[in-house]
DNA sequence: TCTGGGGTCCTAGGACCC
DNA sequence: TCTGGGGTCCTAGGACCC
């Protein structure tokens, strides 16, 4: 009932938090020097673009091209390149939801580099401490308010933040859009203030509003439907018909109505993936057991890190699509005995399941496996006829995942996933691990010129502060 | 030579159950 | 001659997201 009161008496507000080119910004807060300069950071396997900077989207590089086309563009331009840093990028990540979540008690972590916040229940309590009367409040409270989170996030972490509000999350998304695009709107755009919203929305393409992806967008502009205004305003049935619930509830979301709750704590995931493709083509077998091996290792410390274990698990393999060569592509699932966490169980099990499904003669180019039918781990059956001791694998899979917290990554694994592996994913240009290992710190030298340092990745001279 | 990886939700249809 | 109604679960395929 008081939920009810609130949000009668204050419109919704919900922002959204998104950060400027989060690859692109976590390598600068670390290397100044690139700040106004094209940077690109690299997919696994230094394969194609997956992030830019302002000034390398500026030089016309698009997201997904592949690396090696750019070379020359990126030698002639002075664009700096880095292999993906997940660690750096995870690690900043959570600093900005930290920093974030100070602002607001009611905060969904969407991605690595978005939040959604609540910002309903905040407008009053400003007009309390600013002592406001309510229509000053709601219209210089929120975005003042949001500026002060701006410039928060950026004192305390480094990386630059946009933020869009509006009265639901796709209006939010909206309104981040051009809080990001618009100079004038200087990172921060409330759409809920803003003199003609429909002009704001007429404004947008409708492949621009979040849930319309490339084939719902065929669909809309054949039936005219081009902006985010016409498709609010558009025939309910129709949609609905087309685009299933979830194209209404985009369109209700459009015209203000919430229909796409905050997430306040993430669910457990339903199935969990971990593939890579190789540096080069594998023929062996042996290799083949030594990446899946390696990948069910990360995938089932996942699985223990939510408490869950795995009905099901699935290896695949396949040929590189992109050569003009024999194909071949081939995924087997198989049921564990009794629903498991243990890395040694599962290793054993993919290991067998990978040489079913191997074939001599190809050229492989990626392995991979996924967990499935994921339960809570303290939901399984048991079964009559197991004779494994579970209480000792979970309790040295417990064990193994403390040494790995404290000591880093990998620290403790299995002779399976090989020594030295050869198959082994490229990243030429990574960065330090500046926040994650101690052996990686960023070194501030008080002395001029700064003396050279080691360093274990990139050992390019911008490194060197 | 070189083209990423990891998720979610919804619907329709079939098998099966009482 | 007449052959119900209401479910669940699973899977595949299609769409989307970052």
Known sequence: MARHNVSRRTPPAVALVD?????????????????????????NNDGCVIARSSEAKALGIQMGTPFFKLRELIRRSGVSVFSSNYELYGDLSQRVMATLAQYTPDMEVYSIDEAFLSLTGIERSLQCSFHLNREAATTTGLETYARMIRARVRQWTGIPVSIGIGETK????????????????????????????????????????????????????LRGIHNALQLRDCDERWIQKEMTIVGLRLVQELKGIPCLPLERCP?????????????????????????????????????????????????????NPFK?????????????????ACTSEMIHYAREGIAKIFRPGYRYKKTGVMLLGLIPNHAVQGNFFDDHDRK??????????????????????????????????????????????????????????????????????????
């Open 324 to 340: 003009n060569e024999p194909q071949y592509y081939k995924s087997l699932n198989i049921v564990f005995p009794v629903p498991t």
């Open 170 to 221: 796709t209006l939010a998304k909206i309104a981040n859009r051009i809080a990001k695009k618009n100079p004038d709107a200087e990172g921060v755009f409330d759409l809920r203030q803003s003199p003609d919203r429909d002009q704001v929305l007429a404004g947008v393409a409708v492949d621009d509003v979040w849930g319309v992806g490339s084939r719902y967008a065929i669909k809309l502009k």
């Open 19 to 43: 950060c400027n080119n989060f690859y692109a910004s976590c390598e600068r807060v670390f290397c100044p020097r690139l700040e106004g300069k094209p940077i690109v950071v690299l997919s």
């Open 267 to 319: 669910p457990a995931k339903k199935g969990i993936t971990s593939s890579r493709s190789f540096s080069r083509p594998v023929t062996e077998l042996r290799d083949l057991k030594e990446s899946v091996s390696a990948y069910v290792s990360r995938a089932a410390e996942k699985l223990r890190k939510q408490g869950s274990v795995a009905k099901i698990l699935t290896v695949f393999l396949m040929t």
């Open 392 to 465: 000792r694998d979970a309790a040295l899979m417990r064990m193994v995942d403390r040494i790995n917290a404290r000591m880093g990554k990998g620290m403790v694994h299995y002779a399976a996933t090989g020594i030295n592996p050869n198959w082994q994913m490229r990243r030429e240009y990574r960065s330090p691990l500046f926040t994650t290992d101690w052996h990686q710190l960023a070194h501030v030298s008080a002395s001029f010129p700064p003396r050279p340092r080691p360093t274990s990745g990139n050992t390019d001279p911008q490194f060197l502060i």
